[in-house]
């Protein structure tokens, strides 16, 4: 039963799940087609972000719910470290909060661990294109609450970011810190301060004072 | 308060013990000295008496040892003398009788001489003359008994001291008033009476003032305890309800991220078996499709359970995202649209704080949907001055917040999150008119500070 008998290669996927049930029955179900395969599968975010580090999948199917480091927090960070590597989050929660943080860590696509396997084969697929793919009721939550810049939160990675930053570290030693190229915490300053809508140093300082993620 | 009335009894009992012991020593003391007194004054009488007459039949001596037994003249001219001899102004005079008991001289009462006294009685029966005689054949002596007081000009006790003229057969007496040592004895006892009352007002005293310290230190310290018990309560009642929200937690993800994933893997396997016998060109069997829809049912509702028990969204995004799912899921509900304003930063309050305010949210809107009758609701939730402050209001009709606040109809109530709030050392003020209803609720920076930093961040580094 081969759907893509015209790629050459496997698409290599890590499985992230803290359930080694849904796991197991999530590759019986992949097992069924060719053109993919499951590297490997691990139980938190931590361990992915090891894994996907040394494996370099092509396809991380990831849940959010987990211990240690969730699914999304875990996506940030791979996708800043391995950009090649697409993430499909697969979750049970469905409302638009969780997809648009997703996507804001940078998840290529978000499907629901209600679905299909057809439909999880398909959105791998997809995303390992370069495309991306939701599920039809997240999409539709996403239509009624669409992502605007003016009111987007900082991720996660970028609040840690802010947080060095306050403490008086450059970006040179931010990078160092977070073992991270000098340009892409560059790059996370500048999305920090848009999002902020702050200019200079010192009201971010001011800012990371008054919300409490540094001392005064 | 049986320790307090326990106290009380032992200031009385104490009070009366030391009470009976201190008048009854003062009435024994005061006793003795009157008594000593008495014997003291009367014996200094009897002295002054005794020397009187000494002087007095000294100064007659010389006529008495010369004479003969019968010498009228003598006698005349010694009479004379004893009339004469007056001390202590006018109370101290000389008396005389012979053995028969006829006066010869009294110069306070002249007019008994001559006359015969043999049988003079006084109040009580006793013969006065008779005894004076036989004290004075005695050798002297002294008897007690009433007679005129020339300066009262009245009856009073007197001390009466007669010795005997046997050449002669006559009685010489004389003696003192005895009113002024009554009086000094009286104005003695006088005295101790007003020692023993003034003791008495000073046991009183100190008693009712023991009394009164009693009530009042019972009085501070059972205020005292009063407010430790609240506390108490008040800690208790929060730590009932912390274990509580904990354990809703705990329900809610062992349904969400353990019975739901198992039920999500029987899925699965449900699937893999339908591709298998897909594979073997079986008809996929009716009951395999009906298991896969009930499977579904399940998920859903025990995902419904979960979430109702406790929103996993704010522990895994926090109380922004939270809200704002909250929100999207009343405009839903009620087409009333819900603005909020929010900070850019998340992950910054600890679990606890995080669902106190979840609830108040929660709670605000429940009661905007049942009474409220709102067409705008605005969430506003911002960090500034070292306070968080989450702020919640609407136009709708308002409420009576005495009966809000003490009898919730549903939820949790507006007392109980006040009472939670407070237990964060924040505030929360509701106020409510016929134009709108506004809850704010602020938390002080030094309950949540640093939390960022202990958890998310700790875990990137």
């Known amino acids: 039963m081969t759907l893509n008998a015209t790629s050459n290669r496997k698409i290599s996927v890590l499985l992230v799940d803290d359930h080694p049930m849904v796991q197991d029955g999530l ?67 469905e409302s638009s909060e969780f997809v648009t943080s997703s996507i804001q860590a940078g998840a290529s696509g978000y499907i629901s661990k209600d679905t299909t396997s057809e439909e999880v084969y398909f959105a791998i697929k997809t995303i390992a294109e370069g495309k991306t793919h939701f599920s039809s009721s997240i999409a539709m939550s996403l239509i009624e609450n669409p992502i605007r810049s003016e009111n987007e939160k900082l991720t996660t990675r970028e609040q840690v970011i802010l947080t060095w930053i306050a403490k008086g570290l450059s970006s040179k030693e931010v990078a160092r810190k977070l073992n991270i190229s000098y340009r892409t915490v560059e790059a996370h300053r500048r999305n920090i301060r848009t999002k902020l809508n702050i200019e200079s140093l010192a009201e971010l300082v001011r800012y990371a004072v008054n919300h409490g993620l540094v001392d005064s | 308060m049986r320790l307090m009335l326990i106290a009380v009894l032992q200031v009385v009992l104490t009070s009366l013990v030391t009470y009976y012991f201190v008048t009854k020593e003062y009435s024994d003391l005061s006793n003795e000295s009157l008594i000593t007194l008495e014997k003291f004054l009367i014996d200094q009488k009897k002295q002054e008496l005794k020397n009187y007459t000494a002087l007095a039949t000294s100064s007659v001596d010389h006529l008495y040892l010369r004479s003969v037994p019968d010498n009228k003249a003598i006698k005349g001219v010694v009479a004379q003398i004893f009339d004469g001899l007056l001390y202590n102004g006018e109370d101290g005079y000389f008396f005389v009788y012979d053995g028969e008991g006829t006066n010869i001289s009294h110069p306070k009462e002249p007019f008994r001489i001559g006359k015969n006294y043999w049988e003079l009685e006084d109040e009580s029966g006793e013969k006065i003359i008779q005894i004076l005689l036989n004290n004075a054949k005695n050798g002297g002596g002294f008897y007690r008994y009433p007679w005129l007081k020339p300066s009262l000009e009245e009856s009073s006790d007197k001390l009466g001291y007669s010795i005997y003229l046997e050449k002669w057969d006559w009685m010489i007496g004389t003696g003192v008033y005895l009113d002024d040592v009554y009086a000094q004895l009286s104005q003695l006892q006088n005295e101790m009476n007003r020692h023993t009352s003034k003791t008495k007002q000073i046991i009183l005293v100190v008693a009712i003032s023991s009394i009164f ?40 993800r062992e349904l969400h991220d353990g019975i739901v994933q198992i039920l999500i893997s029987i899925k699965y396997s449900l699937e893999a078996t339908g591709r298998y016998i897909g594979k073997a060109n079986i008809q996929k069997p009716e009951q395999l499709n009906k298991a896969e829809g009930n499977l579904k049912t399940a998920i859903q509702e025990i995902r419904r359970i979960s979430h109702h028990l406790h929103p996993r969204i704010l522990d895994e995004l926090g109380l922004t995202a939270a809200l704002e799912a909250l929100a999207s899921e009343f405009t839903e509900r009620t087409a009333v649209n819900i603005n909020i304003v929010k900070p850019a930063v998340r992950k910054l309050l600890p679990d606890n704080i995080n669902t106190t305010l979840y609830r108040v949210v929660q709670e605000a809107l429940t009661n905007i949907e049942k009474h409220a009758k709102a067409t705008e609701v605005a969430i506003t939730f911002e960090f500034q001055n070292n306070w968080l402050t989450l702020n919640i209001s609407d136009n709708g009709c308002g409420f009576n917040q005495e009966e809000k606040y003490e009898q919730p109809a549903q939820g949790i109530g507006l007392r109980n999150l006040a009472e939670r709030i407070e237990y964060h050392s924040g505030r929360f003020t509701v106020t409510s008119n016929s134009s709108g209803t506004n809850i704010e609720v602020m938390i002080p920076k030094s309950s949540f500070a640093n939390h960022f930093n202990k958890t998310s961040f700790e875990a990137q580094k």
């Open chain 1, 27 to 93: 590759t019986a179900c992949l097992s069924y087609y060719d053109d993919i395969q499951v590297v490997a599968a691990c139980t938190n975010g931590k361990d992915a972000l090891d894994k996907a580090l040394s494996l370099k999948p092509d396809v991380i199917l990831m849940d959010v719910s987990m211990p240690i480091m969730n699914g999304i927090d875990a996506t940030e960070i791979i996708t800043d470290k391995i950009p090649d590597t697409k993430i499909l989050i697969f979750s049970m929660h």
């Open chain 2, 213 to 252: 310290m009693i009530f009042l230190f019972g009085l501070i310290v059972n205020l005292n305890q009063k407010k430790r018990n609240d506390l108490k309560i008040n800690q208790l009642g929060q730590r009932i309800i912390t274990l509580q929200e904990d354990e809703r937690r705990h329900f809610s």
